[in-house]
Every structure is written in structure tokens, then in C-alpha cells.
């Protein structure tokens, strides 16, 4: 049934939609700011399935965090600490291979991101990309952020180009999207003063691209940021995106209050509501034409949310994760990792077919077991994990 009707106040915009032509940057700004959710998500929806019918993909991988400490410490952030901060951590290389021991048999993907540790030298993230190919050469690793690039960089007194040679030569597969938090000046220079600028994150991004590698983008929302300083963070990854081609899927993150700086400096901040995930995935859906992927992050907004937001734009929920600190130590209540039936049974939930994939986006399975039987024992969960 047709929700937009001609008198409607986005019907421009719907029209728009359907005739596959560019949104601009004011088009963006209207559907930010817009309070019709079931509008929002009936166009993105559209959108979704021209791209990808029912599909909802997900991935088998496990998240290591080598080091919490950072010398950028962002107001924002709760996993960045001092180096003398008594829960500072830096994992050994045995750290490390225990964790990568413990990566199921049918996992695709490493994903290892950390802080911005001055003390360590590039060997040893060299090091690690090494021993997880000496051990599970079959991984696909995605590791280190545009920021981390960055920071490698000038620790190391190279050049992008040199990082990058040394990292690809150890193992790197492709990058994470992390780093972006929001590109407009004003608001990164409250929530992130002192991290690489969004031009140079841009820049990182550009040349993994002509390098042949691909990554993911994000935006960091439900901060300090006007809707307008989101649509020009869509805009600018949407330029970068019409140059390469080399993002594969955009993640929205909302920002998570507790035990962070920010939130003492601005006491009125909050979490963000549902209503202001399920807008920003909407948007993101609508306004980003030229990337594939929108990925609602199920560890980040929770079950309930996630499996709505596959009705409003996203195709894409994640992995089972593992072991993730990150938002956990911002104050996440959800669970730091799922099982591949349970991803498996919140995709059917929600109405759409579960299909794993690598990193990628290579089909991996489509065929899974019944969801709606209960899981009676310890050793059925592990059965059903490495299915």
C-alpha cells in the first residue's frame, strides 16, 4: 500500500527514490530531521530490497583488542586509557595466539583494532598479522582503523604508503571503518580534539582503496553533532565512495555515555532512543546510493533494534563478534558475543533469510538448522556454533 501520497511532505524525495536519482545534501537534511519513521523506513525499505531482496547477512569472526592504551584519549571514549591507568593492558604475542587458538574452525575473519599505544613499533602489529596467518592462514584480517594508520604513521616516521606495504606484506586483508566519529570540525573538535583530522582519515581511506583493498565507513552519532553535520559526514564519505569504490558498507554508532569525559562535560547528553537508530540507518539507506552495505550493529543497539532495522534500510547485522571491549566498557549491556543460531534465529525473527558470508561478502551458507527448537544443553550450542 502506498504510504507517500502526492500531498505528502516527502513526496519530492520519494519520487526521487524511485527513479534512482541522487539525493542532495538539502534532501538529506529533510529526511534527518523528519519525525515520520514509517515514511523514513517505507522508502529506505524500498531501497533495501531493490538492492538485496530478503538477504540479511552475517558473519562467523572474532574480535581482538591488542591494547587499551592511548595517548589521543577522546572525550567520547571509555576503552582508551593512560599508560599507567591500573586497568592498562597490552597483550603479549602469547596473549594474542591463545586468543587466536580459540577462533571457531568455521570463522572467516579476525577483526583486531586497539588504542593508539606509543610504546609499540609497527613490528609488532606486524608481528601479529604474521602469526595469524602462520596459524589460520585460510582468516581474512581486517584490522586497524584510518586513526591507527595515522598513528603508526608518525610514530614510526613513515609514510601511508610504507605502513601500509609493510602491513599488506604481514597479512592486512582489509580495514575496519572505525576512526570517522564525525567529520565535521566544530563537533570532532569537542568529542575528539586531538585524533587525526577527517581529512586525513579520508586520505587513509583513498589510498587503502587505490591500493586494491577495501574497508567499511562509519559515522558517529547521538552526541554533540546538528543534522546537518551528519548529512555532510554521509556527503563526504558518498564523494570519497563516487572517486574509489572501495567501501563496502557503512555502519552508524551511536555514541555510548557511561564512563566517559564527554558525558561529565555535558551532563544533558544521553543514549540515543530507537527512533533515532532506526532514522539513521533510514537516511543512511536513502542518501549513500553508491555504498552496498548498511550494517546495524546488533552488539551496539541491541536484538530488539537490529532486527527493526532490517526493516529500515540495513541488510547486514555483524558477526558473533567474541570478546568485544570497546563498547563494553562505555557501559553496553549487551551480550559481547552470540552463537551463529542465535544470529541465525534474530534474522528469521525479523522476517528475513540468514545468509553468512565472509568478509567480503562471498556467500559462505545459506542453509542452516531449525531456529525454533530449544537448545537443551552446553553441548548443543557448541554444535550448532561451528555448524
Same mark, same amino acid.
Given at each position: 500500500?502506498?504510504?507517500?501520497?502526492?500531498? %505528502?511532505?516527502?513526496?519530492?524525495?520519494?519520487?526521487?527514490?524511485?527513479?534512482?536519482?541522487?539525493l542532495?545534501?538539502?534532501?538529506?537534511?529533510?529526511?534527518?530531521n523528519?519525525?515520520?519513521?514509517?515514511?523514513?523506513?517505507?522508502?529506505?525499505?524500498?531501497?533495501?530490497? @531493490?538492492? %538485496?531482496?530478503? @538477504?540479511?547477512?552475517?558473519?562467523?569472526?572474532?574480535?581482538?583488542?591488542?591494547t587499551?592504551?592511548c595517548?589521543?584519549?577522546?572525550? =567520547?571514549?571509555?576503552?582508551?586509557?593512560r599508560?599507567?591507568?591500573?586497568?592498562?593492558?597490552?597483550?603479549?604475542?602469547?596473549?594474542?595466539?591463545?586468543?587466536?587458538?580459540? &577462533?571457531?574452525?568455521?570463522?572467516?575473519?579476525?577483526?583486531?583494532?586497539?588504542?593508539?599505544?606509543?610504546?609499540?613499533?609497527?613490528?609488532?602489529?606486524?608481528?601479529?598479522?604474521r602469526?595469524?596467518?602462520? @596459524?589460520?592462514?585460510?582468516?581474512?584480517?581486517?584490522?586497524?582503523?584510518?586513526?591507527?594508520?595515522? %598513528?603508526? /604513521?608518525?610514530?614510526?616516521k613513515?609514510?601511508?604508503?610504507?605502513?601500509?606495504?609493510?602491513?599488506?606484506?604481514?597479512?592486512?586483508?582489509?580495514m575496519?571503518?572505525g576512526?570517522?566519529? &564525525?567529520?565535521?570540525?566544530?563537533?570532532?573538535?569537542?568529542?575528539?580534539?586531538?585524533? /587525526?583530522?577527517?581529512?586525513?582519515?579520508?586520505?587513509?581511506?583513498?589510498?587503502?582503496?587505490?591500493?586494491?583493498?577495501? +574497508?567499511?565507513? +562509519?559515522m558517529?552519532?547521538?552526541?554533540?553533532?546538528?543534522?546537518?553535520?551528519?548529512?555532510?559526514?554521509?556527503?563526504?564519505?558518498?564523494?570519497?565512495?563516487?572517486?574509489?569504490?572501495?567501501?563496502?558498507?557503512?555502519?552508524?554508532?551511536?555514541?555510548?555515555?557511561?564512563? +566517559?569525559?564527554? &558525558?561529565?562535560?555535558?551532563?544533558?547528553?544521553?543514549?540515543?532512543?530507537?527512533?533515532?537508530?532506526?532514522?539513521?540507518?533510514?537516511?543512511?539507506?536513502? =542518501?549513500?546510493?553508491?555504498?552496498?552495505?548498511? @550494517? +546495524?550493529?546488533?552488539?551496539?543497539?541491541?536484538?530488539?533494534?537490529?532486527?527493526?532495522a532490517?526493516?529500515?534500510?540495513?541488510?547486514?547485522?555483524?558477526?558473533?563478534?567474541?570478546?568485544?571491549?570497546?563498547?563494553?566498557?562505555?557501559?553496553?549491556?549487551?551480550?559481547?558475543?552470540?552463537?551463529?543460531?542465535?544470529?541465525?534465529?534474530?534474522?528469521?525473527?525479523?522476517?528475513?533469510?540468514?545468509?553468512?558470508?565472509?568478509?567480503?561478502?562471498?556467500?559462505?551458507?545459506?542453509?542452516?538448522?531449525?531456529?525454533?527448537?530449544e &537448545?537443551?544443553?552446553?553441548?548443543?550450542?557448541?554444535?550448532?556454533?561451528?555448524?
Amino acid at each position: 500500500m502506498e504510504i507517500i501520497g502526492a500531498n %505528502h511532505p516527502l513526496a519530492d524525495i520519494w519520487a526521487k527514490v524511485q527513479r534512482e536519482e541522487r539525493l542532495t545534501f538539502d534532501d538529506g537534511v529533510r529526511l534527518m530531521n523528519s519525525n515520520d519513521l514509517a515514511s523514513l523506513g517505507y522508502m529506505a525499505n524500498f531501497v533495501r530490497e @531493490k538492492k %538485496h531482496g530478503d @538477504k540479511t547477512f552475517f558473519n562467523t569472526n572474532r574480535h581482538i583488542n591488542p591494547t587499551n592504551i592511548c595517548q589521543t584519549l577522546c572525550d =567520547f571514549c571509555a576503552f582508551g586509557v593512560r599508560m599507567k591507568d591500573p586497568n592498562a593492558y597490552t597483550m603479549t604475542i602469547e596473549e594474542i595466539e591463545h586468543r587466536i587458538d580459540m &577462533i571457531t574452525p568455521d570463522a572467516t575473519e579476525v577483526h583486531i583494532v586497539g588504542g593508539n599505544n606509543p610504546s609499540l613499533k609497527l613490528d609488532y602489529y606486524e608481528n601479529i598479522l604474521r602469526l595469524v596467518k602462520q @596459524k589460520r592462514p585460510e582468516l581474512h584480517v581486517k584490522a586497524f582503523t584510518g586513526v591507527e594508520i595515522d %598513528h603508526f /604513521t608518525r610514530v614510526n616516521k613513515l609514510s601511508v604508503g610504507e605502513v601500509l606495504d609493510r602491513l599488506i606484506d604481514a597479512g592486512l586483508d582489509s580495514m575496519p571503518g572505525g576512526g570517522a566519529e &564525525i567529520f565535521a570540525e566544530e563537533p570532532r573538535s569537542i568529542i575528539c580534539d586531538h585524533k /587525526t583530522t577527517a581529512e586525513r582519515w579520508l586520505e587513509v581511506h583513498e589510498y587503502v582503496h587505490n591500493r586494491g583493498l577495501r +574497508t567499511n565507513c +562509519t559515522m558517529l552519532y547521538n552526541h554533540v553533532e546538528s543534522t546537518e553535520d551528519r548529512v555532510d559526514h554521509m556527503m563526504r564519505l558518498r564523494d570519497l565512495q563516487d572517486r574509489t569504490g572501495g567501501f563496502q558498507t557503512f555502519i552508524p554508532l551511536s555514541w555510548h555515555p557511561d564512563n +566517559t569525559v564527554l &558525558i561529565e562535560k555535558y551532563p544533558h547528553l544521553g543514549w540515543s532512543t530507537g527512533f533515532d537508530d532506526l532514522r539513521v540507518v533510514a537516511v543512511a539507506r536513502l =542518501f549513500l546510493d553508491n555504498i552496498d552495505h548498511i @550494517k +546495524t550493529y546488533w552488539m551496539q543497539v541491541g536484538d530488539a533494534v537490529a532486527q527493526t532495522a532490517l526493516w529500515y534500510g540495513a541488510d547486514d547485522l555483524d558477526g558473533n563478534v567474541v570478546e568485544e571491549k570497546i563498547y563494553h566498557a562505555a557501559g553496553s549491556k549487551n551480550s559481547q558475543g552470540m552463537t551463529k543460531l542465535d544470529l541465525v534465529k534474530l534474522i528469521r525473527e525479523a522476517g528475513r533469510q540468514p545468509v553468512e558470508r565472509d568478509t567480503l561478502y562471498n556467500v559462505v551458507n545459506t542453509e542452516f538448522p531449525d531456529t525454533s527448537v530449544e &537448545i537443551n544443553s552446553q553441548n548443543d550450542v557448541e554444535e550448532l556454533t561451528v555448524l
